[in-house]
């Protein structure tokens, strides 16, 4: 019989998105086919200190992470063993690390070069196509040197105000006048200390997923609906019916291949690898606008990226299957 993989798979960590990252984590874990794989679950603390390596039943038995979301308290696991951080992990005998983790510390480089320097294997981009992700002020500038659409800085209202380096829309707002501008930007400085005034495009919002290395593949595109906000928002992205996602977009061929081709160049722009999923407004339903790469997307019952595999025929087993391939 062969060798089971050992995968441990890193969640929670020091970012605003702690707790969805264990929802994402949860679902890894739960997903993870038991006959390839041996499952490590490991909890990192919102502080980013402690490791907390746990059990497959422990973690599938954790109360709803979001009834914790903004309590600065910890999910208490039933059964856990401290790691030495990095060198705990890698003294596991660890084949492959999959981080399910988003937001700061876990998408933008941080962990995946503390892992180079562990020497260990793990999923999704590399470090600096993960900081790039993250960093939508730079993204921006490499996307504009490539010659690929994006929102325009303005002084004119509306506009879209958000953080230049977090996930899930933290820290998001539309803004229609002065007041409402200070109030946004105040928001968005609680998480950053750069702040994006972008336009406000009118369109369809749609995102496109991307697997592989060197010669990456595109999943089938989604438009997305909110029902909860006027956009995408982290209510819309993280309640059930917070909004409706239609798959494959309702838009024509010719305009599903011009967003596909363009994911694959973001994707590659940037050096990605494994998986990611590209964010668009169709200006005027016409123009696909990139406005952001997520370079771990979300692995939630309610994410993207497994809703757009579904319906490429990829179960989500089969999805993980593909990503830690990718990444050994």
């Known amino acids: 019989m062969a060798k089971k993989i050992k995968v441990m798979v890193l969640m929670g960590g020091k970012s605003p998105e702690h707790e969805i990252s264990i929802i994402s984590g949860r679902e890894v874990v739960r997903n993870l086919d038991q006959k390839k794989y041996e499952v490590l679950p490991v909890v990192i603390a919102k502080n980013g200190r402690k490791w907390r390596l746990t059990s497959k039943g422990a973690i599938l038995a954790l109360p709803d992470p979001l009834e914790f979301k903004g309590t600065g308290k910890e999910i208490a696991l039933p059964e856990s063993k401290e790691l030495e951080g990095v060198s705990g992990v890698a003294n596991k005998g660890v084949d492959v690390v999959f981080i399910a983790m988003h937001g700061p510390y876990g998408e933008d480089g941080t962990i995946q070069g503390m892992l180079e320097l562990a020497g260990m294997k793990y999923t999704g981009s590399g470090v600096l196509a993960s900081a790039i992700g993250m960093d939508k002020i ?37 803004v229609r006048n002065e007041k409402e501008l200070a109030k946004a930007i105040k928001m968005a400085r609680k998480y950053s200390d750069k702040v994006l005034v972008e336009e406000y495009l009118v369109g369809k919002e749609v995102t496109c997923a991307v697997l592989g290395n060197e010669d990456p593949k595109v999943l089938p595109v989604i438009e997305i609906v909110p029902l909860k906000g006027e956009f995408f928002d982290y209510e819309s992205k993280y309640t059930e ?69 579904k319906e490429a025929g990829y179960s989500y087993p089969a999805l993980l299957d593909k990503i830690i391939k990718y990444a050994v």
Do not use: W
Request: aromatic share 6%; charged share 25%.
């Open 241 to 309: 019916s917070g909004a409706e996602e239609i798959v494959p977009a309702r838009i024509s061929k010719t305009l599903t291949k011009k967003v596909q081709d363009m994911a694959v160049k973001v994707y590659k722009a940037i050096g990605c690898r494994g998986f990611g999923r590209v964010d668009f407004i169709l200006k005027d339903n016409k123009h696909p606008v990139v406005l952001e790469i997520n370079t771990i997307p979300g692995l939630t019952p309610m994410s993207l990226l497994p809703k757009a595999a």
């Open 138 to 174: 730079m993204f921006r500038k490499v996307m504009r040197a490539e010659g690929i659409p994006v929102p325009k800085s303005t002084t004119k209202f509306p506009c879209f105000v958000k953080p230049h380096n977090q996930g899930s829309s933290v820290g998001a707002s539309i």
